[in-house]
């Protein structure tokens, strides 16, 4: 006879006083949290000026969300995916609609860049201010064909917002790329003596 392989055996308990045994039903199991959908609707306040972006976005998902594991490799996962190429059709939108699009990609070409992201989270503590901050920057460079390299400074801030959880952020054109000259390493002469 051939052992059969139970999976998982039901839950029993010995009845008392009757010597047999009772099958008890399982407790309910409670299904995954899944990351809420993302609200793209009434964000407003987006603006395009020639010399600055500012956006308002739904918060990315938290660092959990954003990768998953596949054959032994971390990589942004469809939930990581699904945000970014949101964040690219809400701002393509945007800079279609703008009689500024134009100079500021022209600014684009030949400046460095400033972004300043303000979380507002539900709760003070329940997400890490800086888990959002890859994500969110590489969806923004993306989305305009920009290499997130051209960002020389970087702002973090993290406020509350119970009723209406959001991310704003703010791409900044700062000094143009000829001022930033690679300097040339300056030899010792001679060995300095040290101090006594």
């Not at 407790?27 to 949290?33: F, L």
């Not at 701002?91 to 684009?108: C, K, M, N, V, W």
């Not at 590489?138 to 400074?153: H, P, V």
Request: charged share 20%; net charge positive; proline share 7%.
């Amino acid at each position: 006879m051939r052992p059969i392989r139970i999976q998982s055996f039901p839950q029993l308990q010995q009845t008392r006083g009757k010597g047999g045994l009772v099958l008890l039903s399982r407790p309910p199991q409670r299904a995954k949290a899944a990351p809420s959908q993302q609200d793209w609707r009434n964000l407003g306040g987006d603006t395009l000026q020639p010399q600055e972006l500012f956006v308002v976005l739904p918060l990315p998902p938290s660092i959990n969300h954003q990768y998953a594991t596949v054959n032994g490799r971390r990589v942004l996962s469809s939930i990581g995916r699904h945000y970014k190429k949101s964040v690219e059709k809400h701002l393509s939108a945007i800079l279609h609609q703008s009689p500024h699009r134009a100079d500021f990609f022209e600014g684009l070409g030949n400046h460095m860049l400033g972004l300043s992201i303000r979380f507002y989270f539900k709760t003070a503590l329940r997400r890490d201010l800086d888990g959002g901050l890859k994500i969110a920057q590489d969806a923004i460079c993306q989305a305009i064909s920009l290499n997130d390299n051209r960002i020389t400074e970087i702002h973090l801030h993290k406020d509350l917002d119970a009723v209406r959880p959001r991310m704003e952020c703010t791409l900044t054109l700062h000094r143009p790329l000829a001022t930033l000259r690679k300097t040339t390493r300056q030899r010792l002469t001679a060995v300095p003596t040290p101090r006594q």
